[in-house]
């Protein structure tokens, strides 16, 4: 079945730091979602992105379908960035969703 | 505002007690979910459903069932929870929303069973 990687799994972060969280697809990208978990463990929606870039204040993501592939760039992190990142994407010929295992990520004051 | 709602949000309960996980959304979907999920771990789907009398068992194996008796409510039952159950239930929904289509999720229930 569809494989989804992401990379890295945890990440350590200085506040003021800039970090790319990447996602690796094994199967065409259909409605390519990032999410962030805040520590309450909601799944907060940060970008619908089958393709192209898009930008919503210090984060931004980019989409290669051709090469399955999507990029989260977090620039100046501040430490209510911490939580875990997952990049989802809806299977092909159906309405469920497969997950990535997420980022981890940490970021210190 | 459309939004997805799930109560309670955090339950402890002892073994052999049925419980039942509510979820309502008011976003106008017509696909729902359930997702079990250890703290920071990932997300297994356990249920689904693309509509009104329409479930499905996720890839996940689980002792819960589901109903779809309106298209807004979605709720889950153990009929006798278990140590093993003590876990984070995450319910969503997704649908068109402008012109992506989109997942979105509920706060969740974090359940512990003792």
């Known amino acids: 079945g569809i494989q989804v990687e992401q990379s890295p799994p945890d990440l350590i972060l200085q506040e003021g730091a800039n970090s790319t969280l990447r996602c690796n697809f094994s199967?065409?990208?259909?409605?390519l979602q990032w999410f962030h978990q805040n520590p309450w463990g909601q799944l907060i929606n940060l970008f619908y992105?089958?393709?192209g870039t898009k930008q919503n204040g210090r984060l931004s993501a980019t989409t290669v379908a051709t090469e399955r592939y999507s990029l989260l760039y977090i620039s100046s992190s501040q430490t209510t960035d911490s939580g875990v990142y997952f990049c989802?994407?809806?299977?092909?010929?159906?309405?469920?969703?497969?997950f990535g295992t997420g980022t981890r990520l940490k970021v210190l004051a | 505002e459309a939004d997805i709602y799930q109560t309670p949000r955090y339950l402890v309960i002892g073994t052999g007690k049925k419980i039942t996980l509510e979820c309502s959304q008011t976003m106008g979907h017509d696909k729902m979910y359930w997702y079990q999920q250890d703290p920071g771990m990932e997300l297994h789907l356990i249920h689904y459903s693309y509509g009104v009398n329409s479930t499905e068992k996720g890839d996940l194996s689980s002792e819960s069932t589901v109903s779809r008796i309106r298209t807004e409510h979605f709720p889950l039952t153990l009929e006798s929870a278990r140590p093993s159950h003590t876990s984070q239930y995450l319910c969503a929904s997704s649908g068109f929303s402008g012109m992506s289509y989109e997942q979105y999720f509920g706060p969740g229930t974090r359940l512990t069973v003792t």
């Open positions: 989802a994407d809806r299977i092909s010929g159906t309405y469920k969703y497969i």
């Open positions: 992105i089958p393709s």
């Open positions: 199967d065409s990208v259909n409605n």
